[in-house]
């Protein structure tokens, strides 16, 4: 693959990213906001507890919260123990009810039970729209591209419910998820390495940090022929993204998507060939640090 080919493969792929961005929310989407938005947000100290207990937890909540969304809590299961705070009004001490005026204040904690979405049964929750298709070779020419940045690579269940990490020349990745969201998700991550270490990361919002890696993403999936359905215009809109954020980072997410498609399309010359047309111009191209 030349630059010119990856030029327009690359726009080809984020016209179409623009025009599901400019189409608003998928209706697979609005499905999942309007479940996510009704779990608890939890103190830290209730997700160190939650974690010591059942560290591979994503989703909690009470016994009556999972029969709302039509699951019920399998027989024999056991309660993960977090505490609830005693909230109350301060009443005056002639008062027999408490004034319309008086304050809701915490008077201590007990301790109650929650259960994970893996101990119940029922109705499916809603899930992003999932990247399909068959990666074959590419995913493994992408962790050996990933290995040639001197990038480490791991795989660890304790970054549930989060599908990717990148921390700075180490991705960390969940492990059983199918080849072709392996291929998309770890090429979101090499996107971030690419472009949102050292300096550039400061001068970057996390909008739009996560708009040019899953755009980068989107754009190796669709030239190597994996379906992303709508999970790319989905994840940049819950993070915030939209048409405007995309059009303003369009060079620099072609020009790293082209260094990785280079890397896999042409694994046996790596990619110098390709820098050297002028993609990158520097010997670390996209790398910012």
Same mark, same amino acid.
């Given at each position: 693959?030349?630059? @010119?080919? =990856?030029?327009?493969?690359?726009?080809?792929?984020?016209?179409?990213?623009?025009a599901a961005?400019?189409?608003?929310?998928?209706?697979?989407?609005?499905?999942?906001?309007? *479940?996510?938005?009704?779990?608890?947000?939890?103190?830290?100290?209730?997700?160190?507890?939650?974690?010591?207990?059942?560290?591979?937890?994503?989703?909690?909540?009470?016994?009556?919260?999972?029969?709302?969304?039509? !699951?019920?809590?399998?027989?024999?299961?056991?309660?993960? *123990?977090?505490?609830?705070?005693?909230?109350?009004?301060?009443?005056?001490?002639?008062?027999?009810?408490?004034?319309?005026?008086?304050?809701?204040?915490?008077?201590?904690?007990?301790?109650?039970?929650?259960?994970?979405?893996?101990?119940?049964?029922?109705?499916?929750?809603?899930?992003?729209?999932?990247?399909?298709?068959?990666?074959?070779?590419?995913?493994?020419?992408? %962790?050996?591209?990933?290995?040639?940045?001197n990038i480490?690579?791991?795989?660890?269940? !304790? %970054?549930?419910?989060a599908r990717?990490?990148?921390?700075?020349?180490?991705?960390?990745?969940?492990?059983?998820?199918?080849? =072709?969201?392996?291929?998309?998700?770890?090429?979101?991550?090499?996107?971030? @390495?690419?472009?949102?270490?050292?300096?550039?990361?400061?001068?970057?919002?996390?909008?739009?940090?996560?708009?040019?890696?899953?755009?980068?993403?989107?754009?190796?999936?669709? =030239?190597?022929?994996?379906?992303?359905?709508?999970?790319?215009?989905?994840?940049?809109?819950?993070?915030?993204?939209?048409? =405007?954020?995309?059009?303003?980072?369009?060079?620099?997410?072609?020009?790293?998507?082209?260094?990785?498609?280079?890397?896999?399309?042409?694994? @046996?010359?790596?990619?110098?060939?390709?820098?050297?047309?002028?993609?990158?111009?520097?010997?670390?191209?996209?790398?910012?640090?």
């Amino acid at each position: 693959m030349n630059t @010119e080919q =990856a030029k327009q493969l690359s726009q080809a792929a984020l016209d179409r990213l623009m025009a599901a961005l400019e189409q608003g929310h998928s209706a697979a989407l609005k499905q999942y906001l309007a *479940v996510m938005s009704r779990f608890r947000r939890y103190s830290w100290g209730n997700v160190l507890l939650i974690y010591s207990q059942l560290p591979h937890a994503t989703h909690v909540g009470g016994f009556h919260f999972w029969l709302k969304l039509g !699951r019920h809590v399998r027989k024999g299961e056991k309660g993960i *123990v977090i505490l609830a705070p005693i909230v109350g009004r301060k009443r005056r001490v002639d008062e027999v009810e408490p004034s319309e005026d008086g304050r809701r204040q915490v008077y201590g904690f007990r301790a109650c039970h929650v259960f994970d979405v893996s101990q119940t049964e029922g109705a499916d929750l809603p899930e992003f729209a999932t990247v399909q298709g068959d990666p074959g070779d590419y995913l493994e020419r992408l %962790i050996r591209f990933v290995a040639s940045r001197n990038i480490d690579l791991e795989y660890d269940f !304790r %970054i549930a419910p989060a599908r990717g990490m990148s921390s700075g020349g180490k991705i960390t990745l969940l492990p059983g998820l199918s080849p =072709a969201e392996t291929l998309a998700t770890l090429a979101h991550e090499v996107g971030h @390495e690419l472009l949102h270490r050292g300096d550039r990361r400061g001068d970057t919002t996390h909008t739009i940090r996560e708009t040019e890696a899953e755009a980068v993403a989107f754009v190796v999936c669709a =030239a190597i022929g994996l379906d992303t359905n709508t999970s790319s215009a989905d994840y940049v809109q819950l993070h915030g993204g939209d048409k =405007a954020t995309l059009a303003e980072s369009l060079a620099l997410i072609q020009q790293t998507a082209a260094t990785i498609l280079a890397a896999i399309e042409t694994p @046996e010359k790596g990619t110098d060939d390709f820098e050297s047309e002028g993609v990158c111009q520097s010997s670390e191209p996209a790398r910012f640090d």
